[in-house]
């Protein structure tokens, strides 16, 4: 157990539905950071938080993605209207503040499948 | 796109042999990293090397990295079947990126 927790662990959802994660990080770690993982390959990054602030959106981060941490803790990603090619693996990680990533922490991850 | 790719993609031992997984990379880094997963769960740190350093030890684990190749090997001496998981290398860019960049992994099996 790393310390950082994502609820819920799996999602089923029908295509078109919202689909809401959560993600507590650390508590002494003021970088949040949001990745989608598929079947066989690496972690993607989508985007990351200092604190409250979003600091980067990858271009994979349609539209329909958003994500928050308010007041600079836990964090949630939302997914509008899903979409098949949405199924993944969304993990979360977290890291100490400094100027270079020495170590992420990361969840267990949710595992989204959109039927 | 992904920074890293690892080669090979898929690594199949008996315990106690040694295996060695590969990583190129495209462009100037701070450090890289190596993460273990095992399947259905998330990752976890194994090793970080600096672009200053060429070699680093952690227990059964030896990283090398070789900037003028833009290339990283891990080696994971006397596997054991606890060591079966996929292994992936993850790159902090230089230039004030703050994020991590991972390959697409290696499948290691260690059979008993």
């Known amino acids: 157990d790393t310390g950082v927790s994502q609820d819920p662990r799996h999602k089923i959802t029908k295509r078109g539905q919202n689909v809401t994660f959560r993600c507590d990080p650390i508590s002494e770690h003021n970088r949040l950071y949001w990745y989608r993982q598929t079947l066989g390959q690496g972690p993607e990054f989508l985007t990351y938080f200092q604190n409250e602030a979003q600091l980067e959106k990858s271009r994979l981060l349609s539209d329909r993605f958003s994500a928050e941490r308010p007041k600079g803790s836990f964090s949630t990603l939302e997914i509008q209207r899903t979409e098949q090619g949405d199924s993944a693996m969304y993990l979360c990680?977290?890291?100490?503040?400094?100027?270079?990533?020495?170590?992420?922490?990361f969840g267990s991850g949710t595992q989204l499948s959109v039927l | 796109s992904q920074q890293g790719e690892e080669d090979p993609q898929a690594l199949s031992i008996q315990e106690g042999e040694n295996a060695t997984m590969n990583c190129s990379y495209k462009?100037?880094?701070?450090?890289l990293q190596w993460y273990r997963q095992n399947s259905g769960r998330g990752l976890v740190h194994l090793i970080l090397i600096r672009s200053n350093e060429r070699e680093k030890h952690s227990g059964r684990l030896r990283v090398t990295l070789d900037t003028s190749k833009k290339s990283s090997s891990l080696l994971i001496t006397a596997s054991r079947a606890a060591d079966t998981a996929s292994y992936f290398c993850a790159t902090e860019l230089s230039g004030g990126y703050n994020k991590l960049i991972f390959g697409a992994g290696t499948r290691l099996a260690v059979h008993p």
């Open positions: 990680a977290s890291s100490l503040p400094g100027g270079k990533i020495e170590k992420l922490f």
């Open positions: 462009t100037s880094i701070n450090n």
